[in-house]
């Protein structure tokens, strides 16, 4: 039984708010200043508790989940509970030393982009950002181990989607990762030149259907959107939207 639109049963981890960059769209306004953090115990516990819960993939971010002192104990042991254990970063601390020590455990790492160079620089307010970030895709391409990119989808990057689908494709990427947005934290004083408009997410949502369908050699396309109808017809991929709900653990309600 599926939980919602993912096909898998998902846990996000946010161990740390500390980062290197201060993104002025970070929704958890996460910078080189924030310490909040959690204990890498505690994290393995509730992972433990959750995967009895039905959760199947845990995916790691932040804050920025390379600086955080307990990530190598917590991929381990998320992966020994069973789960598959996903990265997400901005790149700048990804290097083949660092994949070593991960690789064993991490079964995808997902590089941010927030478009091409003058725009994704311009979001990460550092001017060896993208170049860090392209370092570390590259990185991962030579070495084999699946990787995706995951791409912050404004209306200023709206129009560079394909460039990213074409760089995912080129490098040999599995996942191409379309996250719209979010007028969150840092986000909320982003200028409204930012700001998707409804006919720019009804763009978005005909754009991941025509990349998805290209071929079967590119990578998959995800998008964190869905349109009203679609999400209509899918009511009974959600259990609590059902008559009579059939809830035996908490992941056949409660799905990101």
């Given at each position: 039984?599926?939980?919602?639109?993912?096909?898998?049963r998902v846990?996000?981890?946010?161990?740390t708010?500390?980062?290197?960059?201060?993104?002025?769209?970070?929704?958890?306004?996460?910078?080189p200043?924030?310490?909040?953090a959690?204990g890498?115990?505690?994290?393995?516990?509730?992972?433990?508790?959750?995967?009895?819960?039905?959760?199947?993939?845990v995916s790691?971010?932040?804050g920025e989940?390379?600086?955080?002192?307990?990530?190598?104990?917590?991929?381990?042991?998320?992966a020994?509970?069973?789960?598959?254990?996903?990265?997400?970063?901005?790149g700048?601390?990804?290097?083949?030393?660092?994949?070593?020590?991960?690789?064993?455990?991490?079964?995808?790492?997902?590089v941010?982009?927030?478009?091409?160079?003058e725009?994704?620089?311009?979001?990460?307010?550092?001017?060896d950002?993208?170049?860090?970030?392209?370092?570390?895709?590259?990185?991962?391409?030579?070495?084999?181990?699946?990787f995706?990119?995951v791409f912050?989808v404004?209306?200023q990057s709206?129009?560079?989607?394909?460039?990213a689908?074409?760089?995912?494709?080129?490098?040999?990427?599995?996942?191409?990762?379309?996250?719209?947005?979010?007028?969150?934290g840092r986000?909320r004083?982003?200028?409204?030149?930012?700001?998707?408009?409804h006919?720019?997410?009804?763009?978005l949502?005909?754009l991941t259907?025509?990349?998805?369908g290209v071929g079967?050699?590119g990578?998959?396309?995800?998008?964190?959107?869905?349109?009203?109808?679609h999400?209509?017809?899918?009511?009974e991929?959600?259990e609590?939207?059902?008559?009579?709900?059939?809830v035996r653990?908490l992941?056949?309600?409660?799905n990101p």
């Amino acid at each position: 039984m599926r939980s919602g639109f993912l096909p898998v049963r998902v846990v996000h981890v946010h161990p740390t708010r500390t980062c290197n960059l201060a993104c002025a769209h970070c929704y958890s306004e996460s910078s080189p200043a924030a310490r909040g953090a959690l204990g890498v115990d505690v994290l393995i516990d509730a992972l433990a508790q959750l995967r009895g819960e039905g959760y199947e993939n845990v995916s790691i971010s932040g804050g920025e989940p390379l600086v955080y002192r307990g990530l190598d104990r917590l991929a381990e042991a998320a992966a020994n509970q069973g789960y598959g254990v996903h990265l997400i970063t901005n790149g700048i601390l990804l290097t083949e030393q660092r994949l070593r020590t991960l690789r064993d455990h991490v079964h995808l790492i997902g590089v941010s982009l927030d478009g091409c160079e003058e725009t994704h620089n311009a979001v990460r307010g550092r001017a060896d950002a993208f170049r860090n970030a392209m370092r570390a895709l590259h990185t991962l391409a030579e070495s084999g181990m699946p990787f995706g990119i995951v791409f912050g989808v404004s209306a200023q990057s709206l129009g560079d989607v394909p460039w990213a689908y074409e760089r995912a494709r080129e490098l040999g990427a599995n996942l191409l990762h379309l996250r719209p947005l979010a007028p969150e934290g840092r986000a909320r004083t982003l200028a409204d030149s930012w700001t998707l408009s409804h006919e720019d997410c009804a763009r978005l949502i005909v754009l991941t259907e025509i990349l998805g369908g290209v071929g079967p050699d590119g990578p998959r396309v995800q998008v964190d959107l869905v349109a009203a109808e679609h999400l209509n017809g899918a009511r009974e991929q959600f259990e609590l939207m059902r008559a009579t709900p059939d809830v035996r653990q908490l992941s056949d309600a409660v799905n990101p």
